[in-house]
């Protein structure tokens, strides 16, 4: 990241001169930083065409938003974020969001509550990693992270949270649904 002397314009004047309307101001800021956003975006969309359909609609959210940027955190993250959200809606606009939430209980039945599935041969298939690797792939990206975070690789409860921005009752609601999602997956592969 080029330095900021005293004769180059900080991140934040560069957005404020933005908003006054210096359209070179923002060439400097998208210069400045669009090497590391584009990095940022290729690993995270994990497809070129993706990433600069994103970095594009960053920079233009990033144009559009620079009178509401406000100089309590850097630049560079306040970039980071608009990137995030954006690649964020990509994704869902690319699956589709689930049009309702399946009913706890619905998903407790799907994952053989009260029938024991867990002997003999079901017991042999989780200890196999392909199944469950597959049964992983089957679920929804959101599910597999949450998982993948706290069980695999043994976050706390805490920490997993702190990664997904979320609260921790709501990592804990959504770790709760996503290991229902993947039994139930799991009894209807046992089943299939």
Known sequence: ???????TPSDG??????????????????????GAVFRYLSARTGSA???????QETFVAAFKGCRSYREEGSARSWLFGIARNLSKRLYRKRVGEPDEMVPLEELGLQAGWGCPPWTGSFV????????????????????REIL?????????????AAVLELSLPAMKSRLHRARLRLAAVLVEGNHG
């Not at 990241?1 to 004769?7: D, Y």
């Not at 200890?127 to 959101?142: C, H, N, Q, V, Y």
């Open 148 to 160: 993948v975070l706290r069980e695999l690789e043994g976050l706390s409860g805490e920490e997993t």
């Open 124 to 143: 042999e298939s989780l200890e196999r990693r392909d199944t469950l690797e597959k049964a992983l792939a089957r679920l929804s990206p959101e599910e």
């Open 49 to 55: 065409a993706d990433c600069e359909d994103v970095l």
């Open 1 to 7: 990241m080029p330095s900021e002397g005293p004769l």
């Open 13 to 34: 004047e560069l957005l404020s001169q933005t908003a006054a309307g210096d359209h070179r101001a923002f060439s400097m800021f998208v210069d400045r930083h669009q």
